[in-house]
């Protein structure tokens, strides 16, 4: 689809007989946000809706979308679904309703990232698009529209003695240590 | 066909520039881990595999090798919020006790230290490279006191495990806390870091005293209270080495 861009991951890094894909789709200026919401708590989307102010770039996307596949590949999901489990994986939290509140859409939300998996044709972004009444951008747009003192607030990163470019790699940090600190 | 319009040329490939390699003859193996350089989604990284070992008890290994990984982690999380340069961690395999992340561009300490000292080898240069080596120290005591400050003690300090940053000395990265120990931090423990660091460079680096003095000298810049309290235990240790009496 035009504009959504496709991404390889390996489940088990460097595991090369595994992959699975992900495709990913901007969206801004949003106008059902709260539809999108009701047909999310019916299931009748099979898709992860991020909210898109709280990705600083791809690379933490991916990195949490690697998370999400590598639990998912060894059955140690914490979600029922993949699309909240890469959802849940952008979280720095262990509480899964606070991650998926914090990450996901919201009923007032205007931007978002969709994210499909084992979609390397396209079709189910395809099929997703038509329920979006919004208008999707180039994935290089990514970042844009984040809100670094809100990414700052929400991954508790207040320490002043670090560079700011290092600001993903600690996001990042964040996300694939949170099961293993604490 | 209509749906052919609407495709974007390149938009269905696969995205460039994130890609996953493995450079397989980098291979370093340690008594502790496999480290092989990679690349992990476009990032330069390093795999870090604790493996098993087959002359420890089978329970035993899986506990160490678990407890060790886990160790590692919070002591890299720590090190980060208390402002001290670790590298970010990318992946992490709990099965395996694997961990992918950053590949830090820079010589180790010890590296670094060799090719001053061959750098200003000559006799005249001597003076010089003592007060490089010093400095250096100094640069390295305040992290270590900032480390200390914050409860985290590395366990394991050696001009190895201490990495600069485009060969920076103010931009010190320090790797693998496998041993380190936080919450209640004692200044015997403290004091056992430094004695080990002391020993460490003492058997890794000739005519190097210098190190050491600015270490304590920069350690003491972090806190006056903890370079005193720490500097009265590694003197007890200093005499006695680092594991405790166990007489009466």
Known sequence: MKNSQLYELQPDPYDVTQRKFVRFCLFNDVKNAAELCQLLREQKIDAALIRSELVLEPFVLLAAANRAVHQSAH????????????????????????????????????SIIAATFDDKSGSLMKKLAK????????????????????????????????????????????IVSKDFVS | ?????????????????????IDLASLKQGAEAKLTECVYLGRNAIVKERFQKSYRHPILDSRLNKARTKAELRGIMKAKDLGIQTPAIFFIDGEKNSIIMERIDGPTAKLWIETKRSEFSAEADNNRFQEIIRGFGVLLGEQIGKLHLGGLVHGDLTTSNILLRNSDENLLVFIDFGLSGQGKVTPEEKGVDLYVLERAIASTHINSEQIMIGVLEGYS????????????????????????????
């Open chain 1, 131 to 174: 329920k979006i009444k919004a208008k999707s951008v180039p994935f290089e747009n990514l970042g844009k529209s984040s809100n670094v003192s809100l990414i700052k607030k929400v991954y508790q990163v207040g320490n002043p003695s670090f560079a700011p470019e290092s600001l993903p790699d600690h996001i990042i940090s964040r």
């Open chain 1, 75 to 110: 059955n140690r999901m914490s979600c029922r679904s993949l699309s909240a489990e890469l959802i849940y994986s952008l979280s720095p939290s262990r509480n899964i309703s606070d991650s998926l509140v914090t990450f996901g859409i919201s009923e007032n939300s205007t």
């Open chain 2, 221 to 248: 810049k972090a806190s006056q209270k903890q370079s005193l309290a720490v500097g009265k235990k590694l003197d007890e240790i200093r005499l006695r080495g680092r594991k405790r009496d166990m007489i009466g």
């Open chain 2, 1 to 21: 066909m209509s749906s052919d319009e609407e495709m974007d040329e390149g938009a269905d490939c696969i995205a460039s520039g994130f890609a996953n390699s």
